[in-house]
């Protein structure tokens, strides 16, 4: 899934590149030679730099300087307010948070329009890019397709993760597994949910060992990912909490969906920032 959806070319790397550092080494002196005791060797029109000790033309060396994943997960709160995306997620936001108070089909349809949109942000970030690209000929089908696939997927990938916790509770009673199995499917669930993104298949959501594998390979930095995900969401339901009546629900829908856009972009930078472990 991951695997066939993120090409592995430069594009993928930006978001893990903060700034390129050049420096210059002595190859005979086996050192590393820093700007201020490099020698200025004018050779015709051509200006070089050498060795201090032993003259030798330096050799110029690029590296990468990758900010950690913290700082980059705490750069996804701006992701919906920048100039580029604030003006569609803000209009996301507005047009399903009113379809959702008619209730009904028109509620179905904007969670469905949401969930289109998620996976959207989430696979444009994994390959680099800034701005979700909804391309109709990828989804297939009319406006109502376009609702319904997305959330079949979306309904899909949270059964599986949560489906045991329920299947326990009703079945055993005991809080105490019922609860370690929703922590299960919490953990779970992120990881499942960048596979969904990548595959339009609804189906593809029930098969565990895709999610799974991305857990084993970057078990450390997908924990600092979940970690921040909980409390994205323990944010977003204290500030939905306080809003009240009609103009609350809606607003409230709207602070919804904004949380979920940064956690979408939040995944999309896991899988950009392991781009060498989750792609070929």
């Known amino acids: 899934m991951i695997r066939s959806a993120l090409p592995h070319d430069a594009s993928v790397a930006y978001i893990r590149e903060v700034s390129v550092v050049v420096t210059r080494r ?33 050799v110029g060396e690029r590296s990468r300087v990758v900010e950690p994943i913290h700082a980059q997960l705490l750069g996804a709160f701006r992701y919906p307010f920048q100039p580029t995306t604030f003006a569609v997620v803000a209009g996301f936001g507005v047009v399903t948070g009113l379809l959702s108070l008619a209730g009904g089909i028109p509620a179905a349809f904007a969670f469905g329009l ?9 696979r444009a970030t994994a390959m680099g890019r800034d701005e979700p690209e909804i391309d109709p000929a990828r989804v297939g089908g009319d406006g109502f397709d376009w609702s319904t696939r997305p959330t079949l997927r979306m309904l ?49 959501a029930v098969n565990p060992v895709p999610a799974l594998r991305i857990i084993v390979a970057i078990p450390k930095t997908y924990a600092i990912t979940c970690a921040f ?44 920032f392991h781009d060498e472990e989750l792609v070929p």
């Open 26 to 58: 002595c190859v005979p002196c086996e050192r590393v030679i820093a700007d201020g005791e490099a020698r200025r060797v004018r050779a015709g029109e051509t200006e070089m730099l050498a060795c201090p000790a032993c003259g030798s033309a330096l």
């Open 156 to 204: 899909v990938t949270l059964a599986v993760a949560f489906l045991p916790a329920l299947l326990a509770h009703f079945a055993v009673g005991n809080a105490v597994l019922t609860g370690a199995l929703v922590v299960v499917g919490l953990a779970y669930a992120p990881a499942a949910l960048i596979v969904t993104a990548h595959d339009d298949r609804v189906d593809a």
């Open 114 to 122: 949401r969930c289109l949109y998620l996976f959207a942000v989430l």
């Open 229 to 272: 995900l909980v409390g994205l969401g323990l944010t977003s339901a204290m500030a939905i909490s306080f809003t009240t009546g009609f103009a609350g629900t809606l607003v409230s829908s709207i602070v919804a969906f904004v949380p979920a856009v940064i956690g979408a972009r939040m995944l999309g930078l896991l899988v950009a």
